[in-house]
């Protein structure tokens, strides 16, 4: 057996190995560092698991600590993978840090509240969103902070998570190996596979998947037009947090961040809680598909390379 063609194809390592090595170390990661941190700061005192996350300060900061933990094994382990196996520096994955990024970051952000506010008009002129209240008029007020951190984390976890996994690796993987198209297309549709949620709910099952694919397109062309991972880490983020602190998924007292909402409607229609985008959101998602192409025609085209 030839052992240079099994690892190797032509000059460069295949795809496979470093998307393995990078499984093994978030797996090695999680169970020798983010639950064994988990515990032991349970033993001491400092923090408790037990109790509701999004709203006492001992749970929310157990969560929050294993959460960013989590994020930055997870961030090292890409990083470490792609320096080892392919040879590449951090630079790789998209982050830099030039005069820009702060802006490319706060862009992102902004676009991703237009992909929830959009939806949320929409369902608000139908009468399929209405406001409860505020957060503190069903709790007291002091968990409004340990909720709007445990958001914060819990969006920030998975915007860096999926984003350096999605696109800074496996994107540019297959960009470099064949080219833009067959990464962004290939790193969209893996995305869109892993975000499948399945038959056991009401949401249609073929709408969850091609949304959440449209979506991972939506990250890559974001990170193709600024050539970064901050536009991209930025929407997704804000994606997350506005949904939590906005209700836009429709929360209950004891789910949300700040306001607390209802989300009536088709279910095909309004925003849900299934793992894929209603149609509502999907037109939040191609508006700004949109604008990302009209803020960057001058400089990519379509964005789109061969």
């Given at each position: 057996m030839n052992f240079k063609k099994l690892l190797y194809y032509g000059d460069n390592i295949r795809i496979l190995w470093p998307t393995l090595m990078i499984l093994v170390l978030i797996i090695i990661g999680e169970m020798?560092?983010?639950?064994?941190?988990?515990?032991?700061?349970?033993?001491?005192?400092l923090v408790d698991g037990s109790g509701p996350v999004e709203h006492e300060w001992p749970s929310a900061l157990h969560d929050v600590l294993k959460r960013s933990i989590r994020s930055i094994l997870v961030l090292l382990s890409v990083a470490f993978t792609i320096k080892l196996l392919m040879g590449h520096s951090h630079r790789f994955m998209g982050i830099t840090f030039e005069r820009n990024w702060i802006r490319h970051l706060g862009l992102g952000i902004f676009l991703g509240f237009i992909i929830q506010i959009i939806p949320l008009l929409i369902m608000l002129s139908f009468g399929w969103y209405s406001v409860e209240g505020w957060l503190w008029e069903f709790k007291l007020l002091n968990v409004l902070?340990?909720?709007?951190?445990?958001?914060?984390?819990?969006?920030?976890?998975?915007?860096?998570?999926?984003?350096?996994?999605?696109?800074?690796?496996?994107?540019?993987?297959?960009?470099?190996?064949?080219?833009?198209?067959?990464?962004?297309?290939?790193?969209?549709?893996?995305?869109g596979l892993l975000h499948f949620s399945g038959f056991s709910n009401d949401f249609p099952w073929w709408l969850s998947l091609s949304s959440a694919t449209l979506a991972g397109f939506v990250f890559g062309q974001a990170y193709l037009l600024y050539d970064n991972i901050w536009v991209p880490l930025g929407i997704h983020f804000a994606i997350h947090f506005a949904a939590r602190?906005?209700?836009?998924?429709?929360?209950?007292?004891?789910?949300?961040?700040?306001?607390?909402?209802?989300?009536?409607?088709?279910?095909?229609?309004?925003?849900?809680?299934?793992?894929?985008?209603?149609?509502?959101?999907?037109?939040?998602?191609?508006?700004?598909?949109?604008?990302?192409?009209?803020?960057k025609k001058n400089q990519h085209g379509l964005g789109v390379g061969e």
């Open positions: 020798l560092v983010v639950d064994p941190i988990g515990i032991v700061l349970e033993k001491v005192g902070m340990p909720a709007i951190l445990y958001s914060t984390i819990f969006s920030l976890e998975t915007a860096i998570i999926e984003e350096s996994i999605f696109r800074g690796f496996l994107m540019n993987a297959f960009t470099e190996r064949y080219n833009i198209r067959t990464g962004l297309v290939v790193s969209s549709i893996v995305f602190t906005l209700g836009t998924v429709g929360v209950s007292p004891d789910e949300a961040t700040l306001l607390v909402t209802k989300v009536e409607g088709p279910v095909m229609l309004v925003v849900t809680k299934s793992g894929g985008a209603s149609i509502l959101e999907l037109v939040g998602y191609i508006s700004v598909f949109v604008i990302l192409l009209f803020l």
